[in-house]
């Protein structure tokens, strides 16, 4: 078999991997979880670079075999794993949204200072509401970020608020990055090493980096689809 995707493989010493061991059970049944040495004969992977300069793999299983002790848990009982470890995933995803509030500090101070042409971008009208979207879009995630916080010291973790969350922040970093991008111009985009480059390139690079998170851990729509099932009580989306 083959997995895209699969983030740190060209570090790992061993792969966690999800595999259907009864194919005659329903769709979410019948799946265990190994833990695959990546020494093992018939294992190989294959680099993608993305557009935010971010490595990930294509890992591939070529008649891999491993013993039963490779097998996390019990036979046939991955789902329950996989599904725990996805909600803590979305939640250290929404966490990364830190990125996009430290940003929108730095275009803060750039606007408040004076620039090479006398001007203050912070004068201007249109900067002040830009930058009051900026940070009421970090003040909401940060406030969903803390009330996951507190779930997991409850020893809780709400697919719904797990889910709510990651969608959320992750597409509030991209709107805010954007925002922030509308106040400094187009030196914004300027790569880090250049003279022209604003805060060193730091919102360029956050910029590309920042698309693959709507995806990883679960696509967006599906995370939609998990808040309205657990958070809403409505039925589960067919697909």
Not at 63 to 80: D, F, H, M, Y
Not at 102 to 119: E, F, I, N
Not at 183 to 209: C, F
Request: net charge neutral; proline share 4%; with cysteine.
């Amino acid at each position: 078999g083959t997995k895209v995707f699969t983030s740190g493989a060209e570090g790992a010493d061993y792969i966690w991997l999800a595999a259907r061991t009864n194919k005659d059970a329903p769709k979410h049944k019948g799946i265990t979880l190994f833990i695959v040495d990546t020494k093992l004969p018939g294992f190989s992977l294959s680099p993608i670079h993305t557009v935010g300069d971010v490595r990930t793999n294509i890992t591939y299983y070529d008649n891999v075999r491993v013993p039963s002790s490779a097998i996390a848990g019990n036979l046939n009982e991955g789902w329950k794993l996989i599904t725990s470890q996805l909600n803590h995933e979305r939640i250290g995803l929404a966490a990364f949204g830190i990125n996009g509030l430290g940003l929108y500090h730095q275009v803060l101070d750039w606007a408040r200072s004076t620039q090479p042409d006398g001007r203050k971008p912070i004068n201007a009208p249109w900067v002040q509401t830009t930058l009051a979207e900026a940070h009421a879009l970090m003040e909401a995630m940060r406030l969903m970020n803390l009330r996951l916080a507190w779930e997991l010291d409850q020893g809780n973790v709400n697919p719904a608020y797990a889910s709510a969350a990651k969608v959320f922040a992750t597409e509030s970093v991209v709107e805010t990055c954007r925002l922030l991008l509308e106040v400094v111009g187009s030196a914004g985009l300027v790569k880090a090493g250049s003279q022209t480059a604003i805060l060193d390139g730091a919102l360029e690079a956050e910029y590309r980096r920042l698309q693959i998170n709507t995806f990883g851990g679960g696509v967006a729509e599906v995370m939609r689809d998990l808040t309205a099932q657990f958070g809403l009580g409505l039925p589960r989306a067919n697909r």
